[in-house]
């Protein structure tokens, strides 16, 4: 999920192919990314109403692990919410699609 909401494609490649060698189900792999999305929407949220994206994210709850508090707040700063929107939806048809066949 670092490797897509931080658009490194050669990782995400990457990190995709192991998931599914190690037998990880894609619904499973969806869910996480919309997860880690509602998840930077919230600090966007909290940015958009004063709070620093440091503060925003240590707020958030469960904490971000200790290392990817960086990728996580540098996500919230370079994306906007409405990318972070636009890619909730993808997700959710990706999701939809994936249960029909």
């Known amino acids: 999920v670092y490797a897509m909401a931080g658009g490194d494609p050669a990782a995400l490649d ?25 998840r930077l929407l919230a600090v966007k949220d909290a940015m958009a109403n004063g709070a620093s994206a440091a503060s925003a994210v240590q707020a958030l709850k469960p904490p971000v692990f200790f290392r990817y508090v960086q990728p996580f707040t540098t996500q919230a700063q370079r994306l906007s919410s409405d990318q972070v929107r636009q890619a909730l939806l993808h997700l959710g048809e990706a999701e939809r699609r994936s249960k029909q066949t």
């Open 14 to 38: 990457a990190e995709l192919s192991q998931a599914f060698r190690e037998g990880v189900q894609p619904i499973a792999v969806l869910r996480s990314a919309q997860r880690h999305l509602h």
